[in-house]
């Protein structure tokens, strides 16, 4: 029997590639961004590695706008910091 291959993502803050369970998806869809804990949301989606580190580089890049295809708010950036904080490592 095979080993089961671990799925692997890669960080829109530090580029870094880790297996998909160890990182936080972020969705947008409809203009709508948030954090999507069960990987499972609809609409487009990013990772990131949980440490608000990761999102301050991805949001200094620009990495989610680009990435979600769409243009997100400060209000929506400064949302989603907050909600980050009770997944962080």
């Known amino acids: 029997?095979?080993?089961?291959k671990v799925p692997?993502?890669?960080?829109?803050?530090c580029?870094?590639?880790k297996?998909?369970?160890e990182m936080i998806r972020i969705a947008g869809y409809e203009n709508n961004v948030a954090i999507?804990?069960?990987g499972r949301a609809k609409g487009r989606g990013v990772y990131l590695c949980k440490s608000?580190?990761?999102?301050e580089?991805?949001?200094?890049?620009?990495?989610?706008?680009?990435?979600?295809?769409?243009?997100?708010s400060k209000e929506q950036y400064e949302a989603i910091f907050e909600e980050l904080k009770?997944?962080?490592k």
């Open 1 to 4: 029997m095979k080993a089961k």
């Open 8 to 13: 692997m993502r890669r960080c829109a803050g």
């Open 15 to 17: 580029g870094e590639s």
């Open 19 to 21: 297996p998909k369970n």
């Open 36 to 38: 999507d804990p069960t």
């Open 52 to 55: 608000s580190e990761c999102f």
């Open 57 to 72: 580089k991805a949001c200094k890049k620009k990495a989610l706008g680009r990435s979600l295809g769409m243009d997100i």
């Open 86 to 88: 009770i997944y962080e």
